[in-house]
C-alpha cells in the first residue's frame, strides 16, 4: 500500500500562482494530479513519469500549470499560475503501479491522495 499525502491547498487570487505537494510513503510511481469540482467528474491536470522525464498536461492548463517531482524526497509538486476562478476544485496526486504511456484518466491510477482544496476568488 501506498500513502499520498497532499499540501499547500488553500484561497488564491485570479491570476494568483499557488504550488501544490503531495508526499509519498514509499516507491516510484508515475504520478498523476487531478481535480473535481462539485457536482463534476474527476478531472486530468498532469502527469510525470518515474524518472520525472515525460510529462503530459491537459489542454486547458498547458503554459501554466508546471508537474514535477524529487524522487530524492518522494515529493510531488504541481506549480500552478495564472489561475481561474473556474478551476477552484479539490486537488487530488495520484501513483499508477503500471509502465508505460502516462495515464490521463482516473482508472488507470492505483492510490489517491485525500486531496487539497483550492480556491480561486475573482
Known amino acids: 500500500q501506498v500513502q499520498l499525502v497532499e499540501s499547500g491547498g488553500g484561497l488564491a487570487q485570479a491570476g494568483g500562482s499557488a504550488r501544490l505537494s503531495c508526499a509519498a510513503s514509499?516507491?516510484?510511481?508515475?504520478m498523476g494530479w487531478f481535480r473535481q469540482a462539485p457536482g463534476k467528474e474527476r478531472e486530468f491536470v498532469a502527469a510525470?513519469?518515474?524518472?520525472?522525464?515525460?510529462?503530459a498536461y491537459a489542454d486547458s492548463v498547458k503554459g501554466r500549470f508546471t508537474i514535477s517531482r524529487d524522487n530524492a524526497k518522494n515529493q510531488l509538486y504541481l506549480q500552478m499560475n495564472s489561475l481561474k476562478p473556474e478551476e477552484t476544485a479539490a486537488y487530488y496526486c495520484a501513483a499508477d503501479r503500471s509502465i508505460g504511456v502516462l495515464g490521463t484518466t482516473p482508472e488507470e491510477y492505483d492510490y489517491w491522495g485525500q486531496g487539497t482544496q483550492v480556491t480561486v476568488s475573482s
Open positions: 514509499r516507491g516510484t510511481f508515475s
Open positions: 510525470i513519469s518515474r524518472s520525472g522525464g515525460t510529462t
